[in-house]
């Protein structure tokens, strides 16, 4: 995606559990616009929390999370690098602790493990590209990119899932308020 293209993107179909057969938000999103999107799963496992998400999703020190890390694609191009971390107590053991595609995606499955998301905070900020955004995205050295910190928490307030994006300057985010989950 050039960064002249107006792509306006919403956050609420993202958090909203999919029903059965339904493609994922990407993909639905970039089909609305005769595009073609999807992702490339780069990593599943239990890491060490960097201290950002550890501060959000409110883990003591040392607590480890389990990471999807995804290259997002819009016709087979990298436009986005989201990492989402989530608490051992939640994920552990889970298909989102493992490689390989979750049948109907990390809400649905999360919302089947009992924890829906009520309330969403959303921190933007830009910065330069690490030399691994700048590979993983076709960025030359130097280039700036949003950066995006999502929180989600369920209705009682616990902390589910903090998720970490990265994308090229240019992106346009638009909130809508009102999102109330399915």
């Known amino acids: 995606m050039s960064s002249d293209e107006a792509w306006i993107s919403e956050?609420?179909?993202?958090?909203?559990?999919r029903g059965p057969g339904q493609s994922d938000a990407w993909t639905e999103e970039a089909a609305r616009r005769g595009r073609r999107g999807g992702q490339r799963l780069l990593q599943a496992s239990e890491v060490d929390a960097p201290e950002v998400v550890r501060a959000a999703l409110q883990l003591p020190t040392g607590?480890?999370?389990?990471?999807?890390r995804r290259l997002i694609l819009l016709d087979e191009q990298p436009v986005e690098l989201a990492d989402s971390y989530y608490p051992v107590s939640i994920a552990g053991g889970t298909?989102?602790?493992?490689?390989?595609?979750v049948r109907g995606g990390a809400v649905t499955l999360l919302k089947e493990l009992g924890y829906t998301g009520a309330e969403v905070v959303e921190d933007v900020s830009a910065a330069l590209a690490t030399a691994e955004e700048c590979e993983l995205l076709g960025l030359p050295e130097g280039s700036a990119?949003?950066?995006?910190?999502?929180?989600?928490?369920?209705?009682?307030?616990?902390?589910?899932?903090?998720?970490?994006?990265a994308m090229p300057d240019g992106r346009h985010?638009?909130?809508?308020?009102?999102?109330?989950?399915?």
């Not at 956050?11 to 559990?17: D, N």
């Not at 298909?95 to 595609?101: D, E």
């Not at 638009?174 to 989950?181: I, M």
């Open 63 to 68: 607590e480890r999370v389990i990471v999807r």
């Open 95 to 101: 298909p989102l602790a493992k490689p390989g595609k």
């Open 173 to 182: 985010l638009t909130y809508r308020l009102g999102f109330r989950p399915g």
């Open 145 to 165: 990119v949003l950066r995006l910190l999502r929180l989600t928490r369920t209705a009682d307030g616990t902390p589910m899932e903090a998720a970490l994006m």
């Open 11 to 17: 956050t609420a179909p993202y958090l909203a559990p």
